[in-house]
């Protein structure tokens, strides 16, 4: 997931998803419309300036449950470089797995403490602001702060992987079973029958009459596919290891130039090379792929007046690049996601340096298998 930089704390990035701005102005319209409420004699300038700064104290609240995640992943070795927030709350993107129970219980305990701390520290800020007799917009900020700092610390504690409180539930699990894998089943099972009770549980709300049950279906709906994804990936990371992109693409990319006619791209390259994909080149670019399989609805006698730019797939730079860094496992992830075969490898200046298939990923999880390593 990509988003935009908007800073750097203690070495690790944070990024906004394009779709936290949904959320943003969301929060926005909720704060605005329940502030109006209970200070109908407020003015509406002072009505905007406070939601917009009870949302971004929201905002920042959010970064600090992520960053608690992150600097205490740091701490135990796990490398977390990056935080992107995105539609649903944030996410710390973890380069390697807990190696431990014991890691994995305090990375993921740090987040919801961290956000029933600050709801604290805002219901303390509330009762002195109300005791001092500040305006009441201000007052009504606190609490709404707090309260939204206790029901994310209480969402993020249902006990479903991957929720911060799943992996409580699966270091709990870990430890007792001394099976990574098959706490990871549990937790995720748990996870898509949370997910699936909210989805129910704002259907109903729905079928009621109150449109705000879209939120509980779409969490729900999100925390089922996501515990479901999150399962294959720690059974894909498991039978990998650590292996990166960089290890498994080739390199260079064979390429063919976009103009030449599919009958010379077929004996050429293909036949020639015995590929079944080549990246299609551009006055020097990249500018798409071209697979196998498209040969395949063009008819045998018009493959002399078609152009290999005419059936490629364009390079689509969000789906069909992966920088050599990433772990194999998050290739295959961004594959099964897009529904590719393959992937371009980029270096970090951007450059396209090779190129990663899923069935070479999936041959060493054989290999490896078969080796019983
Ligand atoms: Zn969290």
Redesign the pocket.
């Known amino acids: 997931m990509q988003g935009w930089k908007i800073g750097k704390v203690f070495g690790i990035t944070i990024e906004i998803h394009f779709t936290w701005l949904i959320i943003f102005g969301l929060i926005l319209s909720v704060v605005t419309q329940e502030i109006g409420q209970t200070a109908p004699d407020a003015s509406r300038a002072s009505l905007w300036a406070t939601a917009i700064i009870t949302t971004l104290l929201f905002f920042v609240c959010l970064v600090l449950?992520?960053l608690?995640?992150s600097v205490m992943a740091n701490r135990l070795g796990a490398g977390v470089s990056r935080i992107t927030l995105f539609v649903f709350?944030?996410v710390?993107q973890l380069k390697n797995e807990p190696d431990s129970p014991a890691s994995e219980f305090k990375v993921?305990i740090?987040?919801?403490l961290?956000?029933i701390i600050l709801a604290g520290l805002f219901y303390a800020i509330y009762l002195g602001l109300n005791g001092l007799g500040v305006s009441s917009v201000w007052v009504l900020a606190a609490n709404w702060v707090a309260r939204i700092n206790l029901a994310?610390a209480i969402f993020?504690m249902l006990p479903g992987f991957p929720?911060?409180g799943g992996?409580v539930l699966r270091s709990i699990l870990w430890s007792a079973w001394n099976s990574l894998d098959r706490a990871t089943r549990v937790a995720a099972n748990v996870g898509q029958a949370f997910g699936y009770i909210l989805v129910g549980l704002g259907f109903l709300m729905i079928i009621s009459g109150n449109w705000g049950g879209l939120w509980p279906v779409a969490l729900g709906w999100l925390l089922a596919s996501a515990a479901a994804g999150s399962y294959q990936r720690v059974q894909l990371q498991q039978a990998l290891g650590d292996v990166y992109v960089h290890d498994l693409m080739s390199s260079p990319v064979r390429t063919i130039p976009a103009q030449v006619t599919l009958a010379q791209a077929a004996y050429d390259h293909f036949m020639a090379a015995r590929f079944t994909a080549f990246a299609v080149e551009q006055e020097g670019a990249i500018v798409g792929m071209i697979r196998m399989e498209q040969f395949q609805p063009i008819p045998r006698e018009r493959w002399e007046h078609t152009t290999v730019a005419e059936v490629m797939e364009p390079l689509d730079p969000e789906t069909m690049l992966v920088n050599s860094d990433k772990m194999a496992v998050d290739a295959m992830m961004q594959m099964a996601e897009h529904d590719l075969g393959r992937l371009l490898v980029t270096d970090h200046s951007g450059n396209i340096i090779g190129i990663i298939s899923s069935s070479d990923v999936r041959r060493l999880v054989r290999v490896k298998s078969g080796l019983g390593m």
């Open positions: 449950h992520e608690a995640h709350g944030g710390s993921a740090v987040g919801p961290t956000s994310l993020n929720l911060d992996r």
